[in-house]
């Protein structure tokens, strides 16, 4: 049987429908092993805290009266269905989100957005001005901004922005209409603070080609801040904390009362945390940085944002001065199953860390939580072998792909891929940068091992089915590559495409042949015609 | 061409009704969703008729599929035609251009209707057209894929378990939306499926003696 253009688009395409069908199902069974484990994680190794928090002045925190120190404490919360995408989808589309141009949608009459095809912002809300009789007059206003302006018309001499990101710390409030909003344009590689009161917007200088910053957040930093919990408690007098007690307020950006004096935080793409000054538009430090928390196979290099499933950042500032202290970090990692959180001072110093891990120690050593999920509660060693076989029941092709390309995803996309899987063991191997580069490939093959053994027996038996049907020997062979490579999705499609023949017994060798060919393709005889002798036996009339 | 579109419609015409009669349904519920709600909840169909009407939608069409093959290789419909001058290429592409039909009148309707309640009462906010374009193309290709299922899953003739296999296979599909969401990703993979299923369908129709 020759290998018909026909045949092989035939394959092609049932191959296609069968590695959908069979990722689907797969990526299901993964997700309910991991319900499972984020289920049963017991709550010790799902939080982290340090206390004193370090950011407070000695005489407040050293208080005699004091019963408990300030203390920062973050959490994990995972969602099971984390990896939803028609849940990030809805989320991502929504006011400040990744794939949302809309930077605010407070009520139907005050909303802001931009314009990608004009390439500025527009603000459209309430405007309230006081007559000089005292009565309020309200009118609806709406603004185009571009980097050159802001006019009440859309004017092509405001100038484009090209890849802006806007701060949206000051939308929390009713005061955005009378503060500066920060934005950063990354392919202008400028900052620039929007003034709606007056009515200017004031531009910051150029970023220069070789400058190392990549700013990709401003304001409140956080990502799938739903996920992780980030707490400060002052500290407490009489089981009041200081809060109550009116003395001073120590807030964080969460607070009402926030008003950073002078900076703001900036996000890098590298995980580096830089302040701005809000006046000059002009980088006035580092602030610190975006903790990197332990995996299964540790990694020596700095967490980028990208690696990270969570992060958010507080800053702290004292509200009779509004002094900017420093800030909290905390962070997930790519898998969900570590948290680390750390304090930084006004200078960006790391001044204290913290990470998660069991309470229960073995010798001298503690288990950290990224290993513990796995191994280290009744149960979890035996979900954690499912969801290592079932990792196995993927094409063994794309198994080797997702090694290759582990650290190419974005954390929580990586959650909701159907056909590389970033989150399997032999990925989370791939983002190990401590071994040399042959003895990590070594041991992403023997995580992989089940795969390649299954791929190997069932090609075997396609390869001996193919025999038996009578595709030749340029067939079988694409047939044994195509399931060494695909694994099960090639044995399934080999099953859907096999040439559907009712074999006859061969004369010569007794083994079923095709009837369709000349020769048996077992043996090679032809057909044997019996010659047509007439028989001795006739048939007479009466 | 038209002669064999217009007889796929009068044998299916059940679902034709069915088409419009949802499509009205799904109007009118957008219009009231509307009455006395924020504008953002038109586009993120933030209602249960949502969750419900989507999987109507997607087994419905899983059946329209079924039954059109189900009933031609029954009445041995294809049979009769060829007989005349009529290939069997025109034939299903006749079938599928029937189906294409029901599935866009049931939901180009709603998806105008959508565009424009939110050009009249949301602001002119170029993120919720591209949502409407997303949802609505994710909508229609999950539709497309699984009346592809169902042509396939319907060509075996009275036989029970080929039809539990294409409604299983009709569900893992239907998942594929709560997986990836309406992002561009499924537009790509929902097309490559539809592209595969319906060379399979093809060469399914083609290849087994009527």
Known sequence: MKLSTNYIVRVLATGFVVLILLSIPLFWARLLCNVGLYLWMPYEIKSAAIEPSGLLPDNLENDPNIERHSRVSAKMEIEPLLPIGIIEYFESTSPGQSRSCLILSSSEKDWAYFDNKSGQFVFRYVETKIMPDSDKLKREVQYYIGPEGISELPDKTLGRFIEPIADNSEFKTSLWKSSKIILYDKKLRHFFAINLKDRNITKGPQLSEDDTHRPIDIGILNKNDDILDLYWMPPTINNQSIYSRKLRIHITERDPGYRPDRYILVLDKSGRIDLLDKETLEFAGPAGRLPTPATLFPTYKNATPDDLLAYRVLPVALKEDHKYRGLFAATVNWEGTALALAVFDANGVPIKSDQTWTSVRRGNRRTHSSRAVLFGFPGAPAITIGKFLLENLHPPILFLASYFTAGSFEAASGHRALFLLPNSFVAMKGRDARENIAARFLYALLLMSPSIVLAILLALRVSKDAAIVGLSRKTRRWWLFGTITFGLVGYITYRLTRPKITLVTCANCGKPRRPDTDICHRCGSKWDVPELIPPAWRVLNG | ?210
């Open chain 2, 1 to 210: 061409m038209l002669t064999l579109i217009k007889r796929e419609i009068r044998d299916h015409e059940l679902f034709f009704i069915g088409s419009v009669i949802l499509s009205a349904v799904l109007i009118g519920l957008s219009i009231a969703t509307l009455d006395g709600h924020y504008w953002i909840e038109l586009v993120t169909f933030d209602s249960p008729a949502g969750a419900i009407v989507l999987p109507i939608i997607i087994f419905g069409f899983f059946a329209m599929g079924a039954v059109q093959m189900n009933t031609d290789r029954i009445r041995k419909i294809s049979a009769f035609i060829s007989i005349l001058s009529v290939s069997r290429n025109r034939i299903l592409l006749a079938k599928i251009i029937a189906g294409l039909l029901a599935i866009l009148i049931a939901l180009v309707p709603l998806a105008v209707t959508v565009t424009i309640l939110l050009r009249i009462h949301a602001p002119p906010i170029p993120i919720f057209y591209v949502m409407v374009l997303e949802i609505f193309s994710g909508t229609f290709l999950i539709t497309l894929a699984c009346y592809f299922i169902g042509l396939q899953a319907g060509w075996n003739s009275g036989r029970p378990i080929p039809a539990i296999v294409g409604l299983a296979l009709t569900c893992i599909l239907a998942t594929l939306i709560l997986i990836k969401g309406f992002t561009p990703e499924i537009i790509v993979i929902l097309s490559l499926f539809i592209v595969a299923s319906l060379i399979r369908t093809w060469h399914l129709f083609m290849s087994t003696p009527l």
